[in-house]
C-alpha cells in the first residue's frame, strides 16, 4: 500500500478492506455502520495485523477505553466485546473465556441483527468511559503490518 501515507484515515481503511472479498467488505461495512450509529462520537482506531483488520472504538482514543472491536477476517468478521463477561447472553451468542473479551462471529448478514444489537447496547450501558455524540466520529490508523495472511 504505497499510498496509504497520501490517503486519510478513512480512506486508509477502506484500502485495506479492499484485501478482503466483496462479501466480507459489505459485511464488515454492516458491522461498523452499527457500531458508527450507536457510538457517535468515537475514536475508530485501525489496526491491520498478521491475521485480521481489527477496528476498536474508543470514547477518547486510548486504546485500553475501547468497548468493543470489530475483527475482519476473511471468512467472517468478529464483534469483540471488552466487557464480555458480564454482558447478559440470554441467546448463547457470545463465545471466549478470558477475563475481559468476548465475540460474537457474524459471517453473514442474517447473522446480524437484534441479538447482536441488543449486546452492543448493553456493553455501552455498562461501559465506564462515555462517548460525546457532539463530538464528530474520527478515524485513526494505528498500526499498519505489511506482511499478514492472505485476506481472500
Excluded at 477502506?14 to 459489505?26: F, G, H, K, V
Excluded at 457474524?106 to 447482536?116: G, N, Y
Amino acid at each position: 500500500m504505497d499510498r496509504a501515507n497520501e490517503l486519510d484515515p478513512v480512506d486508509q481503511l477502506d484500502e485495506l478492506l479492499c484485501e478482503y472479498t466483496d462479501e466480507i467488505r459489505a459485511l464488515v461495512h454492516q458491522v461498523l455502520s452499527l457500531c458508527d450509529a450507536r457510538l457517535a462520537g468515537a475514536t475508530r482506531m485501525v489496526y491491520s495485523n498478521w491475521n485480521a483488520t481489527v477496528v476498536g472504538y474508543s470514547a477518547d482514543g486510548k486504546n485500553r477505553h475501547s468497548v468493543c472491536s470489530v475483527a475482519v477476517y476473511p471468512r467472517w468478521v468478529n464483534l469483540c466485546f471488552f466487557v464480555g463477561p458480564q454482558l447478559p447472553d440470554p441467546h448463547s451468542l457470545l463465545s471466549g473465556t478470558g477475563s475481559t473479551v468476548r465475540t460474537v462471529r457474524i459471517a453473514k448478514p442474517s447473522d446480524l441483527d437484534t441479538r447482536v444489537t441488543a449486546l452492543l447496547d448493553a456493553a455501552i450501558e455498562m461501559w465506564q468511559w462515555k462517548f460525546d455524540p457532539s463530538q464528530p466520529t474520527t478515524t485513526t490508523i494505528v498500526a499498519v503490518t505489511d506482511a499478514h495472511r492472505p485476506r481472500r
